[in-house]
């Protein structure tokens, strides 16, 4: 497929996307993260590793496999299997209090990924990287800063922003009206959600809808999303209310389209090209087993898989520091 009729092939996702999250905002989300989730996570952690993950540096991998590994851990000893740690006050603060912590995780590893992309000299990779850390210590205090890196980096910022960052970077290089057209209709949407009608009595969610959204903690992103647009206090969240509606239209949307704009773009990314078959067949048994997970108890799915969903955020910040990189030459060359 050449490039053209791909970018053809993402205006048509957009609008799918957008459509369906119109009218299946909730829904649409928990499917395509329990679905679609998985399959992206797995084939892009492969990718990126066929591409050595953009760093030059080897101790990459391993700092951000040690990341992912620490922020899984406490919610790994939040499930049920678990319960007899609530009498452990050690345990019980692993998992509640060390969380917080944790976040800065999401910091230090952006300034790592600048420091090894941007720098050359160890020495400057080392100022950089500790500059990081200080800033992290300093941050620790102020709540803004926790919502930004320990909420809002790894979900909408990286399923959004970033997911449109690396449109415009890849058409940098095609230069395509299409392409650039795409860019305008992902900035377009959350225009159009804000002043689109919303009939509160057309939706009607499930309890299972209701229960998988809130038990695992997703309405927490649209509470802070509402917090932050100066819509709400960021305390209150109603499956009904037409600002919630709204958010979580986007929410829908930005999730939705992340993974399409994945794997429309195949044939052009190359992911698939070194994909042996005992890779594919691996791949293809993960992800059958994860999408049962789901199935079988959404949250079970949710926390045993949220290593591969943060190892594969995690390793996509070189590729984002890369397109930043690449669009502010661009920007400043014009």
């Not at 497929?1 to 989300?29: C, E, H, K, W």
């Not at 709540?143 to 970033?162: D, E, K, Q, R, S």
């Amino acid at each position: 497929m050449n490039t053209s009729r791909v970018d053809l092939l993402n205006t048509f996702l957009i609008f799918l996307s957008f459509g369906l999250a119109y009218f299946l905002p909730f829904q649409l989300f928990l499917l395509a993260y329990a679905i679609l989730g998985p399959l992206h996570y797995f084939t892009e952690i492969n990718w990126i590793r066929d591409k050595k993950y953009f760093v030059a540096n080897k101790n990459w991998v391993y700092i951000i496999a040690g990341c992912a590994v620490l922020l899984s851990i406490p919610a790994i000893l939040k499930l049920p299997l678990f319960d007899f740690l609530k009498e452990n006050k050690i345990a019980d603060q692993i998992r509640f209090t060390v969380p917080t912590y944790l976040n800065s995780l999401f910091l230090i590893t952006i300034i790592i990924a600048i420091a090894f992309i941007g720098f050359k000299n160890k020495k400057q990779q080392w100022i950089i990287v500790g500059s990081g850390v200080v800033s992290a210590i300093l941050m620790h205090r102020f709540t803004l800063y926790h919502v930004i890196f320990g909420i809002f980096l790894p979900t909408i910022i990286h399923v959004y922003l970033f997911t449109l960052l690396f449109m415009w970077y890849g058409n940098l290089k095609k230069n395509s009206r299409i392409g650039y057209l795409n860019v305008g209709l992902m900035l377009l949407v959350p225009v159009i959600i804000v002043f689109i009608s919303v009939d509160q009595g057309f939706y009607d969610f499930s309890n299972q809808v209701k229960s998988n959204y809130v038990e695992n903690n997703f309405h927490v992103l649209n509470a802070n999303i509402s917090k932050i647009l100066g819509l709400t206090d960021g305390t209150k969240f109603f499956f009904y209310e037409i600002i919630d509606l709204k958010i979580q239209m986007f929410i829908a949307f930005a999730y939705t389209y992340h993974y399409l704009n994945w794997f429309s773009k195949t044939t052009i990314i190359g992911w698939h090209k070194k994909m042996s078959s005992k890779k594919t067949v691996l791949i293809v048994v993960l992800w059958g087993a994860s999408v049962g997970l789901y199935f079988y108890d959404y949250k079970v799915g949710l926390t045993l898989l949220l290593f591969c969903s943060l190892l594969h955020v995690f390793l996509e910040f070189p590729l984002n520091v890369i397109s930043i990189k690449a669009i502010g030459k661009s920007i400043f060359k014009s």
